[in-house]
């Protein structure tokens, strides 16, 4: 047994630390960047959500987003306000409500897809290919140790 004791990480070291602002620099500039279309990130990834399964349910859109369910709501009614969805009764299933995306969503949607590319690139910049696969390799990793998945 080691008696080595390990010293306290300051933040400059701790990975997590790290992590953390990184994923807070990245909201902010992708905010910055959405902002230009009028929608936040989590409305982009809605409204990205809904382009590729106009019949997901709110709670897979909540997950999809990162954010509650009752948010979720608030993010629907203010995307259908601006006319960006439309929300509309299932004609088999009355409980079900689908959400589609109108010209003007799918205008935005591929306007947000570019902008989030455009700071993806950004934070990629000083990586190279090969250590920016490593690294979405290892934060799957990471990410699967935490929810006691197994890395596929």
Known sequence: MSTKKTAPRSGADWIGYNLKITQHRLRQRL?????????TAPQNAVLLA???NPRIS???????AFVTPQTMQGILV????VGLIERSPHPEHGRVIMTELTEAGKKVVAEGAKAADVVER?????????????LCHLL?????????ESDS
């Open 58 to 64: 709110n709670a897979e859109l909540a997950r999809a």
């Open 122 to 134: 950004q934070m990629l910049s000083r990586l190279s290919i090969e250590e920016a696969q490593l």
């Open 50 to 52: 809904v382009a590729g």
């Open 31 to 39: 905010d910055a960047e959405l902002a230009r279309f009028g929608i």
């Open 78 to 81: 203010n995307l259908e306000r």
């Open 140 to 148: 799957r990793s990471c990410a699967a140790a935490l929810s006691d």
